[in-house]
């Protein structure tokens, strides 16, 4: 039976935005739902993305119960800028992202998202293009050794990728984990499972997880007008790293400027500030909910300085 979902971090990010009636915010990764109704139960207009067909369906009953003050709209977070101008909404109040998998992908065993339901090795938010199948059956060692080191932080990624070429085709979700094991010498009692890494490495892949996001992050940017919040939910240091960087350089924090050259140009003015330090969760809600350990929020209120330019 799969776990129910919880939304991480909820009240944090609820007293971060501060949602009243009559504001109009965009939960950037609507899943199944549990940030936007928080809002919605505030009074709140909410624009949901989600580029998982799935979740874009099973969100249908929300929108009936809500009389009109929540759309879904099926699209990668990194373009609600444009989806938004397409609707007429220039402007709102508050993103939330909350980056990563979700709990009912990971626990959907025929979408492929994890080891621990077998499945056909798919792992794709969107349901097209290449899957982790196509990608781990027909890359080169070398492209797969890098993907596994990158994004897994596999320290072994050589030896795994060389198992993995080994051992193709291969097709199940339980074939990969098995592949990895041994090539990394899993024992039953080890606290964390070694294929773990490598899951990760292949999802972010295949959905160009952190491309999305740093493209999201600009994206929410040019959305927010002042005085309007960023909330970001984040699930691994990889995705803190580059929200972290965000908003440090969109606040200005990073500049130094030597008052040792007269005449030297100010940098850009801030984008961001108000930037809060990295929110955890508490034991309670770790207790309640084991996949909440490893999360992290970060806020930021935009400031009336035009948005900076998206890269082409």
Excluded: C, W
């Amino acid at each position: 039976m799969s776990a129910p979902h919880i939304p991480v971090l909820l009240d944090e990010v609820i007293a971060a935005i501060g949602p009243i009636a009559g504001m109009e915010i965009v939960d950037a990764t609507f899943g199944a739902g549990g940030y936007s109704a928080a809002l919605l139960g505030s009074g709140a207009r909410v624009y949901a993305f989600d580029r998982d067909p799935n979740a874009i369906r099973d969100g249908a009953a929300m929108v009936d119960a809500y009389d009109g003050r929540l759309t879904l709209h099926a699209e990668r977070f990194s373009r609600m800028r444009e989806e938004m101008e397409r609707i007429g909404v220039p402007q709102v109040d508050a993103v939330v992202m909350d980056i990563g998998v979700s709990s009912m992908q990971l626990d959907q065993g025929e979408r492929g998202f994890a080891f621990s339901n077998d499945g056909p090795l798919d792992m794709r938010m969107s349901q097209e293009g290449e899957s982790a199948a196509d990608f781990l059956n027909t890359a080169d060692e070398a492209a797969i050794a890098d993907v596994l080191y990158q994004y897994g932080e596999e320290r072994q990624s050589r030896r795994v990728a060389r198992a993995i070429v080994a051992a193709r085709p291969l097709e199940t979700t339980g074939e990969l984990a098995r592949v990895v094991r041994k090539a990394l010498g899993h024992k039953p009692h080890d606290k964390k499972d070694p294929a773990t890494r490598t899951f990760q490495a292949v999802r972010i892949h295949v959905n160009d997880e952190l491309g999305e996001l740093r493209a999201g992050l600009l994206a929410a940017e040019a959305l927010l007008r002042e005085g309007g919040v960023l909330a970001v939910v984040s699930f691994h240091s990889l995705e803190d790293r580059i929200v972290k960087r965000f908003l440090k350089e969109a606040s200005g924090a990073g500049r130094a400027v030597s008052r040792h050259l007269p005449g030297e140009l100010p940098g850009p003015a801030p984008v961001f500030t108000n930037v809060s330090k990295a929110i955890r969760p508490s034991e309670a809600e770790i207790e309640r909910n084991p996949r909440a350990r490893s999360s992290t929020l970060r806020h930021a209120l935009r400031t009336a300085a035009p948005a900076r330019e998206l890269a082409p």
